[in-house]
Nanobody, 117 residues
């Protein structure tokens, strides 16, 4: 079974940048769409960005213009470049393979992003 591993989280000051990575254990990202989600304490998990095998992307309004999702199929990796980070971006970030209708099929273990001065 394919496994997803997120990395790249950490502590960053407001206005700073981070790049998250989602690595798959096999060649899967040219077949399935991928979503980045986040979950802040006490809140529901929310969809942040998606990318399809055809490289169509979508973003939550809260991150448009600041976050960029991309893929490198040769490395079996999906990235989330996050610029202009705000304290409200603080959350655990997860990646997921998306099935029909955008249903999350497989989750990674998550990576913590903390934006604080």
């Amino acid at each position: 079974q394919v496994q997803l591993v997120e990395s790249g989280g950490g502590l960053v000051q407001p206005g700073g940048s981070l790049r998250l990575s989602c690595a798959a254990s096999g060649r899967i990202f040219d077949i399935y769409a991928v979503g980045w989600y986040r979950q802040a304490p006490g809140l529901q998990r929310e969809l942040v960005a998606t990318i399809t095998p055809g490289d169509s992307t979508n973003y939550a309004d809260s991150v448009k213009g600041r976050f960029t999702i991309s893929r490198d199929n040769a490395k079996n990796t999906v990235y989330l470049q996050m610029n202009g980070l705000k304290p409200e971006d603080t959350a655990i970030y997860y990646c997921s393979l998306l099935g029909s209708g955008g249903r999350a099929l497989i989750w990674g273990q998550g990576t913590q992003v903390t934006v604080s001065s």
